[in-house]
Each structure stands twice: as C-alpha cells, then as structure tokens.
C-alpha cells in the first residue's frame, strides 16, 4: 500500500506496507520526510532551514490534524491506516504551528470535495467515435461530460470483426500473445508476433 501525503506543499509517497500501521504512524513518517528534505545541510541538524540562515527547531514541529484530501475527513490517529484509507490515496497534513501569513494568506488546506450523485447531469449530446475524426476540443468536452461516447456503426463493425478473431484464435488453439494492428487505407491488419499469421 502506497499513500501520497501532502505537508506545507510538499507531495511525499509514503509506502506503508499491509497498511496495518497507524494514522498517528503516517503523520510522524510524513513529517519526517518533510524534515528530512528541507534539511539545510551547511545549519544545525536539529533544525530546518529555508536557505536564509533562518530555521525552525525539529522539536517544534507537530502534527496538529491528519485529513483525507478528497472530501476533507479528519482521521483518526489511532485507527489503522487500511481501515480508513485505500492504496494510492492522497492525505494532507498540517501542523500545529502552522499560521497564516499576511503575504501568503490562509494556511488552511484546500481539499477536493466529493461529487454528490445528486448533482451529477447526463450529457443531452452523444459524440460518434469512428477512429479518424476526434479532435482535441471534442475530447475537453468529453472530459468535462458534455457528450455521450458512442461508436459508428462501422466502428462496432470492426470490434466484432476483431472479437471474431480473438475467438477464431482460442478455437483453433493458436499460441498466439500479441497483435499489432496496423492502418493501410482504412483496413487493419492483424499480426501476431509469434506466428506472423495476418488476417
């Protein structure tokens, strides 16, 4: 299991094994890291250096709240990481001595709310795909739900025709692993390479 954790805008990718550590593990293992970066080698150890000569003691550095950057749940530090998270998840992390600033604002961490099915709209417009014409505009569109993803009916054509292939492979018992498909003149052909059979 693997967790992207996010402290003072620093992104770290912590693995954590079965995941049958703690919370309280997670922030103390994400704030060693961030200290372990921002380390100024040529300053004390003990503190960590922003490249000034200023620094900031280790010592002083807590985790105040650990929280699920998608949708903002605080978890708790006991709980094991495996019950309240999934691999590749993102958590954020902030400490208790971290304050806003007149320059930079808010120290408040932003966190990515969760869609609500209920405000979830279907595309009134469907958008044909045939292997030759989507453009890059379509695909923002798609991307931002404006269409419906539907296939020519020479498109599905073709599925069928490679569906049809596969089948006759598996049939006919062919140790056959890969296919390259290659365009000519709106035809594919199909190559195995183990067998150079071409249909």
């Not at 000569?53 to 094991?80: F, M, P, Q, Y």
Request: net charge negative.
């Amino acid at each position: 299991m693997k967790l992207s954790v996010r402290l003072r805008g620093e992104l770290f990718a912590i693995p954590c094994g079965s995941g049958a550590k703690t919370i309280q593990w997670l922030g103390e293992e994400g704030l060693r890291r961030y200290h372990k970066s921002k380390q100024d080698l040529n300053e004390d150890k003990n503190v960590i250096g922003n490249g000034t000569g200023d620094g900031e003691a280790v010592s002083s550095l807590k985790v105040n709240e650990i929280r699920k950057t998608k949708g903002g749940a605080l978890l708790d530090r006991d709980d094991h990481i495996k019950d309240v998270l999934d691999d590749n998840d993102f958590v954020s992390i902030v400490l208790d001595n971290d304050h806003s600033s007149p320059v930079t604002g808010p120290v408040e961490v932003t966190y990515i709310p969760e869609q609500e099915p209920s405000s979830y709209k279907a595309a009134s417009e469907s958008l044909y795909l045939d292997g030759c014409s989507l453009t890059t505009d379509d695909l923002i569109k798609l991307g931002k739900g404006q269409y419906r993803i539907k296939l020519t009916d020479d498109s599905w054509n073709k599925v069928e025709k490679a569906r049809k292939l596969l089948d006759d492979i598996v049939k006919e018992n062919k140790d056959c692993t890969f296919f390259s498909c290659l365009w000519s003149d709106n035809r594919i052909w199909q190559v195995c390479s183990s067998c150079d059979t071409q249909r």
